[in-house]
């Protein structure tokens, strides 16, 4: 029997969590297996015809391995995908922050324990930051004309300014325009990039067709397949699909993993690979299900595994036959993305701090989103009007019955034919509201006969229900519509497509399962990387959080568990296991330019103002780079000290946030015999009109007391040029938090890479500011 097959990293699922970890860990160097459970599904291949409707549910006992599990369980039904991608398939695209005073800390649960985030708004928000630079969130472009036809988003808006609430268009991973910063249109070719896309078909802007959770077969979302996952095969990551995990236990270099790798016809073959790193993250249902039923190999896991349950607040309703000025309102659900709109509705915890929490204490806080769906629902909505269906069926049936009577010539059929459609009022003017928030994390995930059970009940979460279906009430009413709840409700069920907790992470392993970075307790080199790991609900739609906490995950694993050099890299080709495939040459932000080559990396952020010309005036830029030496011998040896640099410029009135592929930057270079010192930036960018801009900047480092360290060091001074013109200038500067922040992302391998750096640099420091005896 031959040696088993091994990799650095194996990850289970391929969802928010599971991507992120694929094309971060790639990209430093190491070798990384993804085992997803479904299939990949290019632009084109999503179902829409009710014979492929039919197998599109993941039932691989039937051999049916379509994109959606339906799970029935007590107290709730759910809805997760399978395949590349994981969730964002399905999704509807909103990325949204978890709110920075929902982060609760010794929130007391009815049942007993706590709900405790060990993370905060502010460890979050650089990964934050990292993420919607990956999948390029815009909003909804209601202000251009193209995109101006969708009234449910002006209907939404005008809702909420009666009520008083707060309003906003939310970032959505959708293309709207060819590229980021570009001019939007519909049905456009996406200019992908540079790593390309690992489908190999084209794909075009949203055509507003409302087919979001169904699967965009346009590729207009910008879904984990067409970005990290991409970049992630791109820097060598092995992308497996129909593998279906099975167990996961420890041993080899770390863990072992079996798992059966499907066939179409029905049939699977068995299958193991070993790993030094293991990271689950097959979602809130699958990862917890893979360590329930492992537990008995895996001692010492916490008992709060299983705990820590929630729905994410998720709740549905209808807002039916709206009205304005006595005729029906159109609102037509099925044009543009799914959802163009959120409402959000404070919590006490926002309240605390401005002198209103008496008014609304014990209240939880919530968002509330227009929803959509494809236009061939709106025939099935439509005949939800039963009792209209009959009276225009008995008047075409007594029309004909007349017409046939005294007939008298020719009669205009058509004329009838469109009575008996009738109006589609009733599909016209109504409108699904989503909403989700801060429920009660109380619920208890077990397995029962090997079968995942979850204990839950919608008691605890009343009063939070009940102000989300009040405030949806007003927002039907203030449309002149009828209320309707999810039928779900008439039996106290509800409908859950966030399912979060599992596996949560906590300050200890009495309060938590994994550790606050994702790793789990008492098992080095474990970790989980999903919706399991929520201690709590996010509240605002999940996604973006579970991607920023696997990111900072990424962090933490390169930087305390020395994997980032561990790959066997050779002449270009990446060995994973029993395999070898061709990869692109691509800068990692680990892995050096020469085998084994010592390497370093960090990531920095500055913000301030520029001046645009005499109209433009002052605005505000941000830039985050991550700047690379991939060969510390070359980089020392090299008098400019040069170092690549990767990022965004973000500027509003340049077109927003503005990537940065090729920058570089030029660290204490040497400019006179005095000592003096610069720190040269480059940063090329193309800005929302298409233009090929530069930011050039220089720190200026000049011999002076050791209190001129930090402004000299932290400040820089910035051109933005175009060609050689200058059409600006300003200042940037490194903020305290900020540097703190950087301090965390320094990530070094080979040999005393984090050693050598430190000495050049404080060495180049010392020389321009050691104090200099006068005669």
């Known amino acids: 029997m031959g040696a088993a097959e091994t990799a650095d990293v194996v990850i289970v699922g391929s969802g928010f969590g599971g991507s992120v970890a694929a094309h971060r860990l790639a990209e430093a160097g190491l070798s990384v297996v993804v085992l997803e459970r479904g299939r990949a599904w290019p632009p084109g291949s999503f179902a829409r015809t009710p014979d492929e409707m039919r197998h599109n549910f993941w039932d691989p006992a039937g051999a049916d391995y379509g994109l959606f599990d339906v799970l029935e369980f007590r107290g709730f039904d759910s809805v997760v995908s399978a395949g590349l991608g994981g969730g964002s398939l399905i999704y509807a695209n909103v990325l949204l922050r978890k709110d920075e005073r929902w982060f609760v800390q010794d929130s007391a649960l009815p049942g007993g324990g706590y709900e405790s985030w060990p993370v905060t708004r502010e460890d979050l928000d650089p990964h934050y930051d990292a993420v919607e630079a990956m999948l390029t969130p815009s909003r909804y472009p209601f202000d251009d004309p193209q995109f101006a036809g969708v009234p449910k988003t002006e209907a939404f808006r005008e809702a909420a300014a009666e009520l008083g609430l707060d309003y906003q268009l939310p970032p959505l991973a959708v293309a709207f325009a060819p590229k980021p910063g570009a001019q939007p249109g519909i049905g456009l070719p996406v200019i992908e990039p540079s790593y390309g896309n690992l489908h190999g078909l084209p794909r075009r802007t949203c055509r507003l067709c409302g087919e979001c959770d169904f699967g965009c077969n346009d590729g207009a979302k910008n879904t984990l397949d067409h970005t990290y996952l991409s970049a992630a095969k791109a820097t060598g990551a092995d992308l497996r699909t129909m593998c279906e995990v099975q167990a996961i236990r420890p041993g080899g270099p770390g863990y072992q993993v079996r798992?059966?790798?499907?066939?179409?016809?029905?049939?699977?073959?068995?299958?193991?690979?070993?790993?030094?790193?293991?990271?689950?993250?097959?979602?809130?249902?699958?990862?917890?299900?893979?360590?329930?039923?492992?537990?008995?190999?895996?001692?010492?896991?916490?008992?709060?595994?299983?705990?820590?349950?929630?729905?994410?607040?998720?709740?549905?309703?209808?807002?039916?036959?709206?009205?304005?000025?006595?005729?029906?309102?159109?609102?037509?659900?099925?044009?543009?993305?799914?959802?163009?709109?959120?409402?959000?509705?404070?919590?006490?915890?926002?309240?605390?701090?401005?002198?209103?929490?008496?008014?609304?204490?014990?209240?939880?806080?919530?968002?509330?989103?227009?929803?959509?769906?494809?236009?061939?629902?709106?025939?099935?909505?439509?005949?939800?009007?039963?009792?209209?269906?009959?009276?225009?069926?008995?008047?075409?049936?007594?029309?004909?019955?007349?017409?046939?009577?005294?007939?008298?010539?020719?009669?205009?059929?058509?004329?009838?034919?469109?009575?008996?459609?009738?109006?589609?009022?009733?599909?016209?003017?109504?409108?699904?509201?989503?909403?989700?928030?801060?429920?009660?994390?109380?619920?208890?995930?077990?397995?029962?006969?090997?079968?995942?059970?979850?204990?839950?009940?919608?008691?605890?979460?009343?009063?939070?229900?009940?102000?989300?279906?009040?405030?949806?009430?007003?927002?039907?009413?203030?449309?002149?519509?009828?209320?309707?709840?999810?039928?779900?409700?008439?039996?106290?069920?509800?409908?859950?497509?966030?399912?979060?907790?599992?596996?949560?992470?906590?300050?200890?392993?009495?309060?938590?399962?994994?550790?606050?970075?994702?790793?789990?307790?008492?098992?080095?080199?474990?970790?989980?990387?999903?919706?399991?790991?929520?201690?709590?609900?996010?509240?605002?739609?999940?996604?973006?959080?579970?991607?920023?906490?696997?990111?900072?995950?990424?962090?933490?694993?390169?930087?305390?568990?020395?994997?980032?050099?561990?790959?066997?890299?050779?002449?270009?080709?990446?060995?994973?296991?029993?395999?070898?495939?061709?990869?692109?040459?691509?800068?990692?932000?680990?892995?050096?330019?020469?085998?084994?080559?010592?390497?370093?990396?960090?990531?920095?952020?500055?913000?301030?103002?520029?001046?645009?010309?005499?109209?433009?005036?002052?605005?505000?830029?941000?830039?985050?780079?991550?700047?690379?030496?991939?060969?510390?011998?070359?980089?020392?040896?090299?008098?400019?000290?040069?170092?690549?640099?990767?990022?965004?410029?973000?500027?509003?009135?340049?077109?927003?946030?503005?990537?940065?592929?090729?920058?570089?930057?030029?660290?204490?270079?040497?400019?006179?015999?005095?000592?003096?010192?610069?720190?040269?930036?480059?940063?090329?960018?193309?800005?929302?009109?298409?233009?090929?801009l530069v930011l050039s900047g220089h720190k200026e480092l000049r011999a002076g007391p050791p209190t001129a360290i930090w402004p000299d060091t932290t400040t820089l001074h910035t051109k933005l040029l175009s060609g050689a013109a200058v059409i600006g200038a300003g200042e940037l500067r490194l903020g305290r938090l900020a540097f703190l922040r950087e301090l965390t992302t320094v990530r070094a391998s080979g040999p005393a890479a984090l050693e050598r750096f430190g000495s050049f640099f404080l060495g180049s420091l010392w020389n321009v500011y050691r104090p200099r005896l006068t005669s």
């Not at 008496?358 to 806080?365: L, T, V």
């Open 259 to 692: 798992y059966l790798l499907h066939a179409m016809d029905g049939s699977s073959v068995s299958k193991r690979i070993d790993c030094e790193r293991l990271v689950l993250a097959a979602g809130s249902f699958g990862t917890t299900r893979l360590l329930l039923g492992n537990r008995a190999h895996l001692p010492g896991l916490s008992e709060a595994l299983g705990t820590r349950f929630s729905g994410n607040g998720d709740m549905l309703s209808f807002a039916l036959h709206a009205r304005r000025d006595g005729r029906p309102r159109p609102m037509h659900a099925s044009r543009g993305p799914v959802i163009t709109s959120t409402i959000r509705v404070p919590d006490e915890l926002d309240e605390a701090d401005e002198g209103g929490a008496a008014s609304i204490s014990g209240a939880r806080g919530f968002y509330i989103q227009d929803s959509g769906y494809p236009v061939i629902l709106d025939w099935l909505v439509q005949n939800m009007d039963v009792r209209g269906d009959l009276s225009r069926l008995a008047g075409f049936s007594m029309n004909r019955l007349r017409a046939a009577l005294r007939w008298a010539g020719p009669d205009h059929l058509e004329h009838g034919i469109g009575q008996l459609i009738g109006s589609g009022s009733l599909s016209n003017s109504s409108l699904p509201l989503l909403g989700m928030g801060r429920d009660v994390p109380d619920g208890v995930m077990r397995l029962r006969g090997g079968e995942l059970d979850v204990s839950w009940t919608t008691e605890t979460s009343r009063d939070y229900i009940d102000r989300v279906r009040g405030t949806m009430r007003a927002i039907t009413t203030t449309l002149g519509g009828e209320y309707l709840d999810n039928p779900l409700w008439f039996r106290k069920r509800l409908a859950v497509a966030h399912p979060l907790g599992g596996a949560p992470i906590g300050r200890h392993p009495g309060e938590g399962v994994c550790d606050s970075y994702g790793e789990v307790y008492g098992h080095p080199g474990l970790y989980v990387a999903d919706g399991a790991a929520m201690p709590g609900p996010v509240g605002a739609n999940p996604s973006l959080t579970i991607a920023a906490m696997s990111d900072r995950l990424c962090d933490h694993l390169l930087l305390t568990r020395g994997m980032s050099g561990r790959s066997a890299t050779r002449g270009g080709r990446r060995r994973s296991g029993g395999t070898t495939q061709a990869t692109p040459e691509a800068p990692a932000r680990l892995s050096g330019g020469r085998t084994g080559a010592a390497a370093l990396s960090f990531t920095e952020e500055m913000t301030g103002q520029v001046t645009l010309g005499e109209r433009e005036g002052q605005t505000s830029l941000r830039i985050r780079v991550t700047v690379s030496i991939e060969d510390m011998d070359a980089f020392l040896a090299d008098p400019r000290h040069r170092a690549g640099a990767k990022g965004f410029v973000d500027c509003p009135a340049l077109g927003g946030r503005l990537l940065v592929s090729t920058g570089r930057v030029d660290l204490m270079v040497v400019e006179s015999a005095g000592g003096r010192r610069r720190m040269r930036y480059r940063l090329p960018f193309t800005d929302g009109d298409g233009r090929e």
